[in-house]
């Protein structure tokens, strides 16, 4: 019989705790339970193992994923994750507790949701932010919700085809069954059309439109035009940015935008096979009724201390219920700890090297590439960041395979057929010249 | 714990770095000006001790299951097994771009495989998709599914879903961001959902209910084949929502019992830490029928033994988060049903259900118990026998001996809920729990309850050695203060 | 025992309203107030707003219950009470001196269908 490191009770406590409750048998805990729903049958699972033996078990999956140097975004960047971070979030204290509902035992929790609020207002130029949603594609189809809760009785929304593919996705998902309409805003030479999305501000009916920031090319949008142009229909603009850059970048609300929201993971979360990720989300006060999630906010305790709680509640589901325009309840509180930590070991310096050093990187990058004669630019003129699209001139699938064989991940093939690049500031110059001359040779 | 008042902001101090970076050593590149944010973006410029100390001191002030006895109802705030953070940290896993060829990730794909055909035979469904991130997104991919399965058959008119009275608020909540009219049906004197009132809202309209069971009073809804043959009977479909699986962990299968989908919270029911609200992981699990609606991308197995993804199915859900879920949850929960195996799996319902009847049969002297007979996981009291309000000051409410538990170092029960009673005081305790600890408990509750029959006022003072006392909720809602300025 | 206002017109919903010419002004009643507890937030319609009887215009918020204001009549509203904005409380410390919004009925005889003091007292309690 195996041992179970989880469970305490021994023969005799197991005795004295039945006695206790007044039954004779385990089984009598079952009584109520229809005889034949008591599962009799044996799990087609493996026996108990030791901790060792699922610890072999594990290195064995993990040798079946061959380490490769990283050189695709298209949602999820491999950026660097300073030691402290992990380190950190590790502490039994953050990791195991639950949600900050007994607030006078969570004031850990509760300070630091607060001071990720805050880092989010700042990076996107918001006025509030809530406590994280699961990952970016999920927080703009709530954005596309918000959308319609602030514009009253309007049911599109326009969508970028610039946007990542998984985002449209989601949003798609969200939109069929909640009902919404969702019209795409035409992109031309690489950057969400102006003309387009008057051409469907003019058909009526718009709540609202989601754009990006960068868009799934890579290239910086000049969104010049947007936000006036959707203010003057009564509808919203909401963004779809990548953190890391907008410590750099043009904010939202420089933009004119109302809702920004995007994917946590690039401010130093490790890629985890694509979760967990978080999700955020911020607008302008004079939406904040409608922003889904919870929120902490700042008051004092009896004494006058300084404490923070979990506030705002009355727009949540559970208090909501039928009539909640979200369904969120929990956050990805663990992951907001993560990018606070982050953005705190990075500081304004560090944000702004982390997207210097992935500019030059990817910007040396594309240029090589391009001397190699065998992808050409899509978009000469555009300005990208990290992430950038070439027209490939040669097989993407063999070129795959090839540099999978020499440990890169690198020229993913898009729905457009163009070959997408990312460099974070973790590709050296030596990385770079390597994955280069991969493709010089064939 | 220890009060702690400074925010990482206010230790900033320009000229400060925690970070390092490496040259990349290749040429600068600027960006267009009139694309670049005007002011840099207020962020704390701190040293690594600065973060190391002020982030120590915020966990030094919060409660984990580790810090001690978490009876928190609805929760499952079971133990966290510490190998399988190791697992998830480990850098063959962390490493992996959700966009990698299959034929580099096969360890990857082979878990969810795994995972899915565990989830499977636990709990008697056909097949997983482990793509949602949460319980509540679970439900909605769940009703997704439903719908889905509905509008392909060309059955328009089931917009409706019943939900019980009892159920947890995402359950409405995820019904109408699905699309779906919530009808409510009553729970009877016993707690359990009332068959009677639960026949006249069957129709050609409904497309499925929604059930918890045990439901969220912690009872075995006993009537369920009769409610599974009614639902069917009608055309709709049963939705199982796995937030309560664990009593039935080993003994009982939802598929068994009739329902058609269902999802499971890893973070409770399998041991995934609860990360002060997440990330968690809320896998959906479907009957035969109903596979081919699962959301995409889906993992399936090749003829030549290899893994592959499948990115788009027609007649799918749709997709429903940015790659597939949260891997590092799912790495967590694989790793412990590995560790319990089919003869662990057996046991932790059992003791999660032996726990809190033997909880419940022995406070009930000081705490009113409305629902006497044997609970499963957990079980509602409705406030004290005795609260104090004989001696002239104003009884001690559920609220005041949630506080109370804190000073003497233990979470609170979940309060207030369910809506049934006014005084709920809902407590689960797991199966990782000793007899040792559950006495203690008990103990303390009683001690409470004897304080509170002699002067309330210790109770509505509570808690007194908390890092806080209690904070103006009113005062933070009226004038929110939501950001460091 | 909550206050109940003479002279007032109230629904089942607990809105009270007090009829001026072909103005009705609505708020809640004493009852609902007492109800909720502290008041944190009154979401009310714009200005200009259509409202029909019996439909929600908007909803009263406490620290954790959130209930949805009922129209008692039909009509456009003409004024909302701003000052609820920034103190919501004023509908605690006196509920029917803090109206919430003002409506040019559309068809008074929607009045006939509401409570006078003495039948409201039957329900609110």
Redesign the interface.
């Known amino acids: 019989m195996s041992t179970f490191p989880y469970f305490p009770h021994t023969e005799e406590d197991i005795r004295q705790m039945l006695q206790r409750i007044g039954v004779s048998s385990m089984d009598d805990l079952y009584a109520d339970v229809p005889a034949d729903f008591i599962f009799k049958g044996e799990y087609n699972l493996p026996d108990a193992k030791s901790e060792q033996e699922v610890r072999e078990l594990f290195d064995a999956l993990a040798a079946k994923n061959p380490k490769l140097k990283v050189f695709v975004g298209q949602g999820s960047y491999d950026h660097y994750t300073p030691s402290i971070v992990p380190y950190l979030l590790s502490r039994s204290e953050f990791l195991t507790a639950y949600t900050p509902y007994q607030c006078e035992i969570s004031q850990g929790t509760l300070r630091y949701i607060f001071e990720y609020q805050s880092m989010i207002c700042n990076l996107t130029g918001m006025d509030v932010s809530n406590a994280s949603m699961y990952d970016g594609p999920t927080a703009a189809a709530e954005a596309m919700r918000m959308a319609i809760a602030c514009a009253k009785k309007k049911n599109t929304v326009l969508v970028s085809k610039g946007l990542l593919p998984n985002v449209i996705e989601v949003i798609k998902t969200y939109a069929k069954y909640y009902g919404t309409t969702i019209e795409e805003i035409e992109v031309n030479g690489g950057q969400t059309s102006l003309e387009s999305l008057k051409a469907l501000i003019a058909k009526g009916d718009v709540a609202g439109a989601i754009v990006p920031s960068i868009n799934r090319y890579g290239i910086i949008e000049d969104l010049t035009g947007f936000a006036d142009a959707l203010h003057e229909a009564g509808a919203v603009l909401a963004e779809y940015c990548d953190p890391s850059a907008l410590a750099v970048l043009k904010t939202p609300a420089e933009w004119g935008a109302d809702i920004a929201v995007g994917d946590g993971q690039s401010l130093g979360i490790p890629m985890s096979y694509g979760g967990p990720s978080v999700g955020f989300m911020a607008c302008r006060k004079e939406h904040m009724r409608k922003l889904p999630g919870r929120i902490v906010g700042q008051t004092a305790d009896a004494s006058g201390r300084r404490a923070f709680v979990l506030t705002l509640q009355a727009r949540e589901q559970h208090i909501r219920r039928e009539k909640a325009t979200s369904n969120i309840c929990s956050n990805e509180s663990l992951m907001a700890l993560f990018v606070t930590i982050y953005l705190s070991v990075m500081g304004p310096k560090g944000m702004r090297e982390v997207n210097e050093k992935s500019t030059s990187g990817a910007h040396y990058l594309y240029n090589e590439l391009l001397k190699t004669g065998k992808f050409e630019p899509v978009f000469p003129d555009k300005p990208f960041l990290k992430e950038f699209v070439l027209r490939p001139l040669v097989d993407l699938k063999s070129l795959n395979a090839k540099l999978v064989d020499r440990g890169f991940f690198a020229a993913i093939q898009t729905e457009e057929g163009y070959a997408s690049f990312c460099v974070t500031e973790k590709r050296s110059k030596a990385e770079i010249d390597a994955l280069v001359n991969i493709i010089k040779e064939g | 714990m220890k009060y702690y008042d400074k925010l990482i902001f206010e230790l900033s101090k320009p000229g400060r770095a925690a970070f390092t970076l490496p040259d990349n050593g290749c040429p600068a590149a600027a960006l267009p000006a009139d694309l670049m944010r005007a002011e840099p973006a207020i962020l704390p410029e701190v040293t690594e001790v600065d973060v190391a100390r002020h982030y120590t001191a915020l966990s030094q002030m919060n409660f984990g299951v580790d810090t001690g006895f978490y009876p928190l109802g609805s929760c499952t705030m079971k133990y966290n097994p510490k190998i399988n953070e190791e697992i998830a940290a480990m850098p063959a896993f962390q490493g992996l771009h959700p966009l990698q060829p299959a034929e580099t990730v096969q360890g990857a794909l082979e878990v969810y495989y795994e995972m899915d055909k565990a989830l499977a035979t636990i709990t008697g469904m056909k097949r997983f998709t482990l793509n949602p991130c949460a319980g509540a997104h679970g439900e909605l991919t769940g009703l997704m599914v439903i719908r889905s399965y509905h509008l392909s058959r060309g059955d328009f008119a089931r917009t409706k879903i019943i939900v019980p009275d009892s159920a947890h608020g995402t359950n409405p909540a995820s019904a109408a961001v699905c699309g779906l009219e919530i009808v409510e049906v009553k729970s009877g004197a016993n707690g359990l959902v009332d068959v009677e009132s639960l026949k006249p809202l069957l129709g050609p309209d409904i497309a499925g209910i929604m059930m918890t069971n045990p439901n969220t009073l912690g009872l075995f809804e006993k009537d369920i084949r009769e409610i599974a043959e009614l639902v069917h009977g009608c055309g709709g479909l049963l939705y199982y929502d796995g937030a309560n699986m664990n009593p039935l962990l080993g003994m009982v299968r939802p598929g068994d019992m009739g329902f058609d989908v269902m999802h499971i919270n890893l973070h409770k029911t399998f041991s995934t830490p609860h990360g002060g609200g997440g990330p968690g992981s809320g896998p959906v699990g479907v009957c035969e029928k109903l596979v081919d609606f699962l959301p995409t991308p889906r993992v399936e197995k090749q003829a030549d033994g290899k893994f592959t993804v499948v990115r788009s199915v027609a007649g799918a859900a749709g997709q429903v988060s940015a790659f597939m879920g949260n891997f590092g949850v799912i790495l967590r929960a694989y790793a412990y049903i590995l560790m319990l195996g089919k003869q662990g799996i057996k046991l932790a319902g059992k003791y999660a259900t032996l726990a809190a009847n033997y909880i419940k049969e022995s406070l009930k002297d000081a705490y009113k118990l409305p629902i006497p007979s044997v609970c499963k996981h957990e079980f509602v009291y409705d406030g004290l026998i005795d609260d104090g309000s004989a001696t002239g000051k104003p009884g001690a409410t559920t609220l005041d001996v949630a506080k109370r538990l804190l000073d003497y170092g233990y979470h609170a029960p979940t309060i207030y809920f369910p809506l049934l009673f006014h005084q709920a005081l809902m407590i689960e305790p797991t199966e990782t729990e000793s007899k040792e600890t559950l006495d203690e408990f008990i103990e303390v509750m009683h001690k409470i309850a004897k304080e509170a029959a002699e002067d309330p006022d210790i109770l509505h003072g509570a808690p007194h050695l908390a890092p806080i006392s209690r904070p103006d909720e009113t005062a933070a809602a009226r004038n929110p203060i939501l950001k460091f300025e | 025992m909550s206050k109940i206002a003479e002279g007032l017109l109230y629904s089942e919903s607990h809105e009270w309203v007090k009829v001026e010419g072909n103005i009705a002004v609505i708020g809640v009643s004493d009852f609902a107030q007492a109800e909720m507890g ?1 008041i ?2 009154v ?1 009310m319609p714009d200005e200009g ?1 259509d409202v029909e009887k019996g439909e929600d215009f908007g ?1 009263l ?6 209930s ?1 204001l009922y129209s008692p009549v039909s009509g456009k509203v003409v004024e909302v009470n701003s000052e609820l904005e920034d103190a ?2 004023l509908i605690n410390e006196d509920a029917y001196a803090a109206w919430i919004i003002k409506v040019e009925m559309s068809d008074a005889a929607e009045l006939d269908e509401l409570m006078d003091a003495k039948a409201y007292a039957q329900i609110a309690k």
Do not use: L
Request: no cysteine; charged share 45%.
């Open positions: 502290d944190t937030y979401d707003d909803a918020e406490s620290v954790k219950a959130s949805e919501p409380e």
